[in-house]
């Protein structure tokens, strides 16, 4: 049994939940870091692999004998994947953890005394980082008309310390308070098992993307509870390891799910009108990215391109959200 790995005999505080699709070396990394970092503390982790075909089920069974595994058979996406482990949970707050990330501190024990000490709160999540120690999105605003509004017209690029609602928020040097927050990035995200119970966790409308707001807005608005950002608990996220590198397809499911999330709790016609306002938002950008990509040094121009592309990806999934890739 790896040091920090409690007992599975006593009931954990806390279940630590991880799916994994072809996640092998990073899965072994972050299941290191939880037992290097993870201390005064009774915990589980269960791993629910997603029916992954490089070596990761026999890598946690040969290296990690006390972790709970979970082997789907048939690929089901992060959504379910997580859906299907939660219910093999026994601690009173779980932890959902994606496998690309690394505790720089005792984060379990930082987010689950935070729910306990604070009885209003539901949810809440850590700060996220890079690799290089530069902030990660770790929270922000659902999408909204208000929200794509602030997009529209550049305002949070023209006014960063305003706090103008922002679908993704970067938590700046110096912070140390905890705040509340619409949602938490579900890439650490510690919420009480007995609303898991009462609300179930992810919908499964969504593929990827948007899911965990959803789910916060469940617990914000059904359920009455604040969910909070806790800076103290640091955690690295690599990022585009879990499920899938980023890029073109990325961009249109994350535009899918906005369309699935508007639609659900707006209407189709406020969904339109709020993706049109994201269109407008990259459309501005793609015209100022392609004047530079234009007129760029050749050592810069891949870079370029590949910035000056993603912008129209943005435009033309805003717009169109189901066309063909």
Same mark, same amino acid.
């Given at each position: 049994?790896?040091?920090?790995?409690?007992?599975?005999?006593?009931?954990?505080?806390?279940?630590?939940?991880?799916?994994?699709?072809?996640?092998?070396?990073? !899965?072994?990394?972050?299941?290191?870091?939880?037992?290097?970092?993870?201390?005064?503390?009774?915990?589980?982790?269960?791993?629910?692999?997603?029916?992954?075909?490089?070596?990761?089920?026999?890598?946690?069974?040969?290296?990690?004998?006390?972790?709970?595994?979970?082997?789907?058979?048939?690929?089901?996406?992060?959504?379910?994947?997580?859906?299907?482990?939660?219910? &093999?949970?026994?601690?009173?707050?779980?932890?959902?953890?994606?496998?690309?990330?690394?505790?720089?501190?005792? &984060? %379990?024990?930082?987010?689950?005394?935070?729910?306990?000490?604070?009885?209003?709160?539901?949810?809440?999540?850590?700060?996220?980082?890079?690799?290089?120690?530069?902030?990660?999105?770790?929270?922000?605003? &659902?999408?909204?008309?208000?929200?794509?509004?602030?997009?529209?017209?550049? !305002?949070?690029?023209?006014?960063?310390?305003?706090?103008?609602?922002?679908?993704?928020?970067?938590?700046?040097?110096?912070?140390?308070?905890?705040?509340?927050?619409?949602?938490?990035?579900?890439?650490?995200?510690?919420?009480?098992?007995?609303?898991?119970?009462?609300?179930?966790?992810?919908?499964?409308?969504?593929?990827?993307?948007?899911?965990?707001?959803?789910?916060?807005?469940?617990?914000?608005?059904?359920?009455?509870?604040?969910?909070?950002?806790?800076?103290?608990?640091?955690? %690295?996220?690599?990022?585009?390891?879990?499920?899938?590198?980023?890029?073109?397809?990325?961009?249109?499911?994350?535009?899918?799910?906005?369309?699935?999330?508007?639609?659900?709790?707006?209407?189709?016609?406020?969904?339109?009108?709020?993706?049109?306002?994201?269109?407008?938002?990259?459309?501005?950008?793609?015209?100022?990215?392609?004047?530079?990509?234009?007129? &760029?040094?050749?050592?810069?121009?891949?870079?370029?391109?590949?910035?000056?592309?993603?912008?129209?990806?943005?435009?033309?999934?805003?717009?169109?959200?189901?066309?063909?890739?």
């Amino acid at each position: 049994m790896l040091p920090g790995i409690e007992d599975s005999s006593r009931t954990p505080v806390v279940s630590i939940l991880i799916a994994n699709w072809n996640g092998q070396h990073v !899965l072994r990394d972050c299941l290191r870091s939880l037992a290097e970092r993870t201390r005064g503390i009774e915990y589980e982790i269960i791993v629910v692999d997603d029916a992954s075909t490089d070596r990761s089920v026999e890598m946690v069974r040969s290296e990690f004998p006390s972790v709970h595994l979970v082997a789907r058979t048939v690929n089901g996406g992060f959504v379910k994947t997580n859906n299907d482990g939660v219910s &093999a949970a026994r601690g009173k707050n779980v932890l959902l953890l994606n496998s690309d990330t690394l505790l720089l501190n005792n &984060a %379990v024990k930082i987010l689950s005394d935070y729910l306990d000490e604070h009885p209003e709160v539901g949810v809440c999540g850590g700060w996220l980082r890079n690799p290089d120690g530069s902030s990660q999105v770790s929270f922000g605003h &659902a999408p909204s008309f208000l929200q794509a509004l602030t997009d529209a017209f550049f !305002l949070n690029d023209l006014f960063p310390s305003v706090g103008f609602p922002n679908r993704g928020v970067l938590p700046r040097p110096g912070w140390t308070s905890p705040r509340s927050v619409e949602y938490i990035t579900g890439a650490d995200l510690m919420i009480r098992r007995s609303l898991v119970e009462r609300f179930g966790l992810f919908d499964e409308l969504y593929e990827a993307y948007c899911e965990e707001v959803d789910l916060c807005r469940r617990v914000r608005i059904a359920g009455g509870l604040d969910v909070h950002f806790v800076p103290e608990a640091h955690i %690295v996220h690599l990022g585009g390891f879990s499920y899938g590198k980023r890029g073109e397809r990325h961009v249109q499911m994350q535009y899918i799910s906005y369309q699935k999330y508007l639609t659900k709790h707006h209407g189709q016609f406020y969904a339109l009108l709020v993706r049109l306002l994201y269109a407008w938002h990259y459309l501005v950008k793609g015209a100022v990215r392609t004047a530079r990509l234009v007129t &760029a040094p050749r050592t810069q121009r891949e870079g370029r391109k590949k910035e000056t592309l993603a912008a129209w990806y943005h435009v033309r999934y805003s717009i169109r959200p189901h066309s063909r890739a």
